[in-house]
């Protein structure tokens, strides 16, 4: 499994777009790359998926550069209700592998 | 939305003691898991089961863990014997097949504490 690096925390406030990049320089090619949400005494909660160039759904977007080095989650007009820990994934394989992931607070 | 249920959502049983969690995956789902999360730390996976066997588990699966599918609708993890250090939140997840592609559907959780 690929290793990821994310920030560790980032703040934020209401109506702003938050964009946090994960690191993830020995991606297989058959990696896809996943990004999960979880709320405090919550479950992981799917977000999106991407393999490569952008991909875009009614909640985020993923921006995969050509090198797939990288990627950067899209959180546009976060609510105080965003706040929560935001996990990248790099994987092929059904077991999924989490870090510690990136706290995300929002303020008013 | 389709949901993975959990229950109970919260269980306190006394070390030495058996514990069945139970989980209700998503009906037309393939695959279910178990994952675990200490208090602080991060997810960790303990077991994958597909047609009714497992098909991984990690070191963390050892003999005092279980998994069943008992019907066509529950699937539950057993803890034969607690250890203080089996407190935890667990997780169920399902997906409907083995690619990561459409991510898997977690449970709310069930917080073990053992005492």
């Known amino acids: 499994l690929a290793k990821t690096t994310q920030p560790i925390s980032m703040d934020s406030y209401e109506g702003q777009e938050v964009n946090i990049t994960c690191s993830h320089n020995?991606?297989?090619?058959?990696?896809?790359i996943t990004w999960y949400q979880q709320f405090p005494s919550q479950g992981p909660r799917f977000i999106i998926q991407?393999?490569?160039t952008k991909v875009t759904n009614e909640v985020a977007s993923l921006f995969i550069p050509a090198d797939r080095k990288s990627s950067t989650l899209s959180l546009p007009r976060v609510s105080l209700s965003d706040t929560a820990v935001y996990y990248c994934l790099v994987s092929n394989d059904y077991k999924l592998s989490f870090g510690a992931g990136t706290t995300v607070t929002v303020r008013a | 939305e389709p949901e993975v249920t959990q229950t109970p959502s919260h269980q306190v049983t006394q070390m030495g003691q058996e514990v069945i969690l139970r989980c209700v995956p998503i009906s037309n789902h393939l695959y279910f898991y178990w994952y675990r999360q200490i208090l602080g730390q991060k997810v960790e996976f303990l077991v994958s089961?597909?047609?009714?066997?497992?098909?991984?588990k990690s070191e963390i699966f050892d003999d005092q863990f279980s998994v069943e599918r008992p019907d066509g609708s529950n699937f539950t993890l057993k803890i034969r014997s607690t250890k203080l250090e089996d407190s935890a939140m667990y997780f169920c997840?399902?997906?409907?097949?083995?690619?990561?592609?459409?991510?898997?559907?977690f449970g709310s959780g069930t917080r073990l504490t053992v005492v």
């Open positions: 089961f597909y047609n009714n066997e497992i098909s991984e």
């Open positions: 020995n991606i297989a090619t058959n990696d896809y």
């Open positions: 991407g393999y490569k």
């Open positions: 997840a399902s997906s409907g097949d083995l690619s990561s592609y459409y991510g898997y559907t």
